[in-house]
Nanobody, 126 residues
Framework: QVQVVESGGGLVQAGGSLRLSCTAS????????MGWFRQAPGKEREFVAA????????YYANSVKGRFTISRDNAKNTVFLQMNSLKPEDTAVYYC???????????????????WGQGTQVTVSS
């Protein structure tokens, strides 16, 4: 049974930084992607960034490219999302999720991901 747990959300002023963590437990993962998604009130869940477990391939949404960095510590089964230069429009519940398959490419849509965390709130004040 795979479990995914996020942490690190909070309240920050615009221009500030936060680091989110996501730890996965359960069966070992081949080269599955671990992704971050976010959902603001009244909006659909959207892709933020993802990293493949073994080969470090990363993929970012255009809206966060250059501001957010995804990384992972395989020894701790943990993925990090470093968020810099935060904007009020980054306010959302952030979810971590594990792709159900080990794919050649990263799929930036929620339906490819089977195991989800409970979410962590990120609020950016103006």
């Amino acid at each position: 049974q795979v479990q995914v747990v996020e942490s690190g959300g909070g309240l920050v002023q615009a221009g500030g930084s936060l680091r989110l963590s996501c730890t996965a437990s359960g069966p070992t993962f081949s080269n599955n992607a671990m992704g971050w998604f976010r959902q603001a009130p009244g909006k659909e869940r959207e892709f933020v960034a993802a990293i493949k477990w073994r080969d470090r391939t990363t993929y970012y949404a255009n809206s966060v490219k250059g501001r957010f960095t995804i990384s992972r510590d395989n020894a701790k089964n943990t993925v990090f999302l470093q968020m810099n230069s935060l904007k009020p429009e980054d306010t959302a519940v952030y979810y971590c999720a594990l792709d159900r398959l080990s794919r050649v490419v990263i799929i930036p849509t929620p339906d490819a991901y089977e195991y989800w965390g409970q979410g962590t709130q990120v609020t950016v004040s103006s």
